[in-house]
Nanobody, 126 residues
Framework: QVHLVESGGGLVQAGASLRLSCTASVRTFRAMGWFRQALGKEREFVAASRWNGGGVYYLDYADSVKGRFSISRDNAKNTAYLQMNSLKPEDTAVYYC??????????????????WGQGTQVIVSS
């Protein structure tokens, strides 16, 4: 059974940085994504790392986080990371890690992912 375990959330001031981690319990996935859901809003795409099974990784970002957030992964540890810099109050949300066996082009859709973590809260104060 697959479990995704996230960590690294917390309460920070605007302009600070946080790094989220997501570890899969059993294996490496072709796509690892991060989504977030603010109170009263729909879950939205943040970033994805797609692996072609060889040495190529495709990194994708929502426009709202480009230049501030960076996704990376360590396949040897079945772990994906989300480095978040220059955090803003509007980044406040529950952040979810997701994993998929497909590395196709629908990486920004929640329906593309087979497994989800429990979420970790990020609060950015002004």
């Amino acid at each position: 059974q697959v479990h995704l375990v996230e960590s690294g959330g917390g309460l920070v001031q605007a302009g600070a940085s946080l790094r989220l981690s997501c570890t899969a319990s059993v294996r490496t996935f072709r796509a690892m994504g991060w989504f977030r859901q603010a109170l009263g809003k729909e879950r939205e795409f943040v970033a994805a790392s797609r692996w072609n099974g060889g040495g190529v990784y495709y990194l994708d970002y929502a426009d709202s986080v480009k230049g501030r957030f960076s996704i990376s992964r360590d396949n040897a540890k079945n772990t994906a990371y989300l480095q978040m810099n220059s955090l803003k109050p509007e980044d406040t949300a529950v952040y979810y890690c997701a994993a998929a066996d497909s590395s196709g082009n629908y990486y920004s859709r929640t329906s593309n992912y087979d497994y989800w973590g429990q979420g970790t809260q990020v609060i950015v104060s002004s």
